[in-house]
């Protein structure tokens, strides 16, 4: 940590979880439904959920003290906090994922208020119902003054990129918000269901998938200016980029397509550092350029990467790099002086 040592910027973490306790204490004492149940198993609580996920709710998860102690240990000064990804409720019925979006972000907004600036709330939606997501985004940056939200990879099924969530997208650029997009378990899990694949294939394709969609679904090309950052280092699609550009213009321009080479919508997508893979980091650089990479952990989950600042350090030489990485190509979009 000693080339960190005289650092003028804030290191960032911009993929830490949280699940506000005020959340989990609503849902035990029946003042927030959720699509399943909060239980004690082995004297610890766990969110139960109806499509057969379950989240178990350490303090780490919930308790602002415990996340305090940990950022400390990895020398994190921010986390950019995002809901465990099993409470995002995109399979649930609309008004009941409403509830607990709204649930979720006044907690958040509790933990923001009373951290002095440690925790930076992006907000959780009901992104199965278009309409339902519009009006928390307008809610969160008009009422609460979130800097962002974050969303899956897909919603409920649907593709990132598909028409019925674009008044979603114009709503995010309107309100100038910044957008993690975490992977979630994906297409052909029959395929997927042995050895944790569901976790170490399906995430990072569903990711790229995400990715394709909202490119040649013309997202980024009618809302030039979105800030859109996508966790796993980008999933499979840096690697998968130039294959795009070849078939965007073997098959697709020649048909009528508009588009610009996928590759060109880079300007509006960052990637997270969290490829495990120190080889893995640098090829990400490399592919996407240092200011579209920012740090993410995934902390505090067993899939997190332990000691992320120490990780980043050591995996890139240049110090401009490591500096664009740990904080300042972030901080801007999330509302911190970089």
């Not at 306790?21 to 003042?31: I, L, N």
């Not at 809901?83 to 979720?104: G, K, M």
């Not at 925790?119 to 800097?147: C, H, K, M, Y």
């Not at 650029?173 to 910044?178: K, S, V």
Request: glycine content about 10%.
């Amino acid at each position: 940590m000693s080339a960190l040592a005289d650092r003028d910027f804030k290191i960032i973490d911009t993929h830490w979880h949280h699940v506000p306790a005020t959340f989990v204490k609503a849902v035990v004492d029946g003042k927030c439904r959720v699509s399943g149940e909060v239980t004690r198993a082995d004297g610890e609580l766990v969110l139960k959920l109806s499509n057969g996920f379950q989240q178990e709710l350490p303090d780490e998860l919930t308790e602002q003290s415990a996340i305090a102690e940990h950022l400390d240990r990895d020398g994190v000064d921010v986390a950019v906090a995002s809901v465990a990804p099993p409470t995002t409720h995109y399979w649930a019925e609309p008004d009941i994922a409403l509830e607990v979006s709204r649930a979720v972000n006044d907690g958040f907004a509790e933990l923001a208020e009373s951290s002095g600036g440690r925790f930076v709330p992006l907000a959780n939606v009901p992104l199965q119902d278009t309409s339902l997501a519009v009006e928390e985004v307008r809610r969160i940056s008009g009422e609460l003054g979130f800097p962002g939200v974050a969303i899956g990879s897909n919603a409920n099924g649907t593709n990132l990129g598909d028409e019925s969530l674009f008044p979603f997208w114009e709503a995010i650029r309107e309100n100038d918000l910044y957008v993690f997009v975490h992977g979630l378990y994906p297409l052909g899990k029959e395929r997927l269901s042995k050895w944790g694949l569901s976790n170490f294939v399906g995430i990072p394709i569903d990711t790229a998938v995400g990715v394709a969609s909202m490119i040649f679904g013309g997202v980024f090309d009618r809302l030039p200016g979105l800030k859109v950052c996508f966790s796993h280092g980008g999933g499979a699609f840096p690697y998968l980029l130039g294959r795009w550009d070849h078939g965007y213009g073997a098959r697709l321009r020649s048909r009528g397509g508009k588009l610009r080479d996928p590759s060109e919508y880079l300007e509006s997508i960052l990637c997270d550092s969290l490829t495990h893979d120190q080889a893995g980091l640098r090829f990400l650089v490399e592919r996407v350029g240092r200011d579209r990479v920012a740090l993410g952990s995934d902390c505090p989950f067993d899939m997190g990467q332990s000691n992320p600042v120490a990780w980043v350090t050591e995996a890139i030489e240049d110090r401009a790099t490591r500096e664009a990485i740990l904080g300042r190509n972030v901080a801007p979009l999330v509302g911190l002086a970089s």
